[in-house]
C-alpha cells in the first residue's frame, strides 16, 4: 500500500488497487453506517420524481454553509473531474489540508492536491516563487497530464501577481 519514492503511482490508478478497495469496503461497511443498495436506488428514483420536484420549488428560504461556498475549494473539485488532472493551489497547506479533507470526507475517497504552500513571507513579498517551484516539484513527483491552478482568499486578498 505504501507508496514507493522512485516510482510515485497517480492517486487515479493508487486507489483502485486492492489494498485500497478492501480498506474503503471495510471502512464503509464499520464506520460508516451507509445505507443499503436498495435505499440509495429507492432515494435516487425519489429525487427523479415530480413529487421532489414540487418540495424544492417550495423552498421560501435557503441556508447557505460558507464553508462549502469556498471557491477554491470548487475550482479543486472540478479540476478532479478531469483524468490525469493534479490540482494545484497557489496559496497555504491549511487551505489545501482543509479542501482535501472536505472533498475526502465528502466523496469517501482519497483526494490528491498540492499547495505551493505560501506563508507569511511570501503574502508580503508575493508567492511566484513559491509558485514555480511548487509547479516544478508537482509535475517532477507527479507526472500529471495537466495541473490546474487555482488560488486561494490570500492570495486574491493581497493581490499576488501570480495568482494572474
Known amino acids: 500500500m505504501p507508496q514507493n519514492p522512485e516510482r510515485i503511482v497517480d492517486h487515479?490508478?493508487?486507489f483502485k488497487q486492492e489494498e485500497y478497495r478492501k480498506l474503503f469496503k471495510n471502512k464503509r461497511e464499520q464506520f460508516e453506517g451507509a445505507h443499503t443498495d436498495a435505499e440509495v436506488e429507492r432515494?435516487?428514483?425519489w429525487t427523479k420524481s415530480w413529487e421532489y420536484r414540487e418540495k424544492n420549488?417550495?423552498?421560501e428560504a435557503l441556508t447557505v454553509?460558507?464553508?462549502k461556498g469556498c471557491q477554491p475549494v470548487g475550482a479543486m473539485f472540478a479540476a478532479l473531474g478531469i483524468q490525469g488532472t493534479l490540482p494545484f493551489v497557489q496559496g497555504s497547506q491549511g487551505c489545501v489540508a482543509y479542501f482535501r479533507t472536505h472533498l475526502s470526507r465528502h466523496y469517501k475517497e482519497p483526494c490528491s492536491a498540492v499547495s505551493s504552500s505560501m506563508t507569511e513571507d511570501a503574502a508580503v513579498f508575493g508567492g511566484l516563487n513559491n509558485m514555480i517551484?511548487?509547479?516544478e516539484v508537482a509535475y517532477k513527483l507527479y507526472k500529471p497530464k495537466m495541473i490546474a491552478v487555482c488560488t486561494t482568499c490570500m492570495a486574491e486578498v493581497i493581490g499576488d501577481y501570480s495568482s494572474y
Open 133 to 135: 517551484e511548487g509547479l
Open 43 to 45: 432515494v435516487s428514483e
Open 65 to 67: 454553509n460558507p464553508a
Open 12 to 14: 487515479l490508478d493508487l
Open 57 to 59: 420549488f417550495a423552498r
